[in-house]
T-cell receptor
C-alpha cells in the first residue's frame, strides 16, 4: 500500500506570511494532485502534476513534484484569509488506479 | 453544467441498521468513486465504478457495497451499521477516460451519524 504523509498537520499564520505544505511517500506516483476542502464541502482540485521536477503556478500558489515523483510541495505566497482550508494531496499510480489521499494539512490564515 | 449531487446530505441511523446513499455524477461522466472521510483516518477510498462495473476497490469490509446504473448514477450501501461508520461519505465523478491529468469533481458529501 502506498502511503502519503503530509506535514505539518496544522498551520496557523497571519495574513501576508508565506507557508509551505509537504507531501511525501516512499513510493512512486504517476500523478499527484492537490485539493482544498472547506467546511461542509467536498474537496476541490487545485492542480495535477505528472512529470518529475514539474513546477506549476496558480496565482500565489506554487506546486512542485519531486524529481523521483515521490514527493510534492505546495507553497503559498502572501497568504490571505481566503486561503484557509484543509489542503490534501492525493496520488494515483496509473490512469485507472485508485486515488490515495494524505491525511491533510489544516491551514488557518488570520487577518 | 450541474455539479455532483449527493442525497441525502445528512442521515442519522442506529447500530445494526443499513443505509443507502445516492450520487448523481456530472453529465457525461462515466466514473464514480466513493470515499469515506473521518477525522482519524482522513479520506479513504471505498470503490470506483465505471460503466456499471467496479473498477477499483479499497480496503473496506464487505458490509460496504455499491453499484452503478446505466445512467451513471451510483448508490452505496452499508449494512449492519457500526458506530465507527459515522463519517462524511463523498462521491466524485470524472469522465474516466482522460488519463492522469483528468479532473475529478467531488460532491458535497453525505454526513452519516450512527448512534
Amino acid at each position: 500500500t502506498q502511503l502519503l504523509e503530509q506535514s505539518p498537520q496544522f498551520l496557523s499564520i497571519q495574513e501576508g506570511e508565506n507557508l509551505t505544505v509537504y507531501c511525501n511517500s516512499s513510493s512512486v506516483f504517476s500523478s499527484l494532485q492537490w485539493y482544498r476542502q472547506e467546511p461542509g464541502e467536498g474537496p476541490v482540485l487545485l492542480v495535477t502534476v505528472v512529470t518529475g521536477g514539474e513546477v506549476k503556478k496558480l496565482k500565489r500558489l506554487t506546486f512542485q513534484f519531486g524529481d523521483a515523483r515521490k514527493d510534492s510541495s505546495l507553497h503559498i505566497t502572501a497568504a490571505q484569509p481566503g486561503d484557509t482550508g484543509l489542503y490534501l494531496c492525493a496520488g494515483r499510480d496509473d490512469s485507472w488506479g485508485k486515488l490515495q489521499f494524505g491525511a491533510g494539512t489544516q491551514v488557518v490564515v488570520t487577518p | 453544467k450541474a455539479g455532483v449531487t449527493q442525497t441525502p446530505r445528512y442521515l442519522i441511523k442506529t447500530r445494526g441498521q443499513q443505509v443507502t446513499l445516492s450520487c448523481s455524477p456530472i453529465s457525461g461522466h462515466r466514473s464514480v468513486s466513493w470515499y469515506q472521510q473521518t477525522p482519524g483516518q482522513g479520506l479513504q477510498f471505498l470503490f470506483e465504478y465505471f460503466s456499471e462495473t467496479q473498477r477499483n476497490k479499497g480496503n473496506f469490509p464487505g458490509r460496504f457495497s455499491g453499484r452503478q446504473f446505466s445512467n451513471s448514477r451510483s448508490e452505496m450501501n452499508v449494512s449492519t451499521l457500526e458506530l465507527g461508520d459515522s463519517a462524511l461519505y463523498l462521491c466524485a465523478s470524472r469522465t474516466g477516460t482522460g488519463g492522469l491529468q483528468e479532473t475529478q469533481y467531488f460532491g458535497p458529501g453525505t454526513r452519516l451519524l450512527v448512534l
